[in-house]
């Protein structure tokens, strides 16, 4: 926890995060944070958030291949549903990891569209 007018948020257009000058506190408990209303919404988000980390990786020169692509995905899932503890949460978490991957391949397709589009432009 932090006081509001003692933080600023970074520049980045996606996963910002917060710059405090003063004191930080801990909570003692979890903080349950619903970021969705439904799969409808979060699908939508996704689609917002890619286009903006595509672009944000596209500007620092980076490049996305047809492997990394394809392989990158999996392995995302693979990281959240079996390293990260996914599976305990049931199907939530089946349906989470899934979504984290889509998340993972929709941004890297977007980038490598980026660079293919760029590419001919130039």
Known sequence: LYDRRCGAWSERPVHESVRVN??????ASELQHLAYRDISHHLATIDRYTTLA???L????RRA???RVFLQP???FLRNYVLRGGWRDGRV?????VLNSYYVFLKLAK???LNRTE???T
Not at 58 to 61: A, L, N, Q, R, V
């Open 65 to 67: 291949g047809v492997g």
């Open 119 to 121: 590419q001919r432009r």
């Open 54 to 56: 595509a672009r944000a």
């Open 74 to 76: 999996p392995l995302a």
């Open 93 to 97: 978490g089946f349906i989470v990891s």
């Open 22 to 27: 003063g004191r930080v506190e801990t909570l």
């Open 111 to 113: 980038l490598w569209e």
């Open 58 to 61: 596209y500007d620092e020169g």
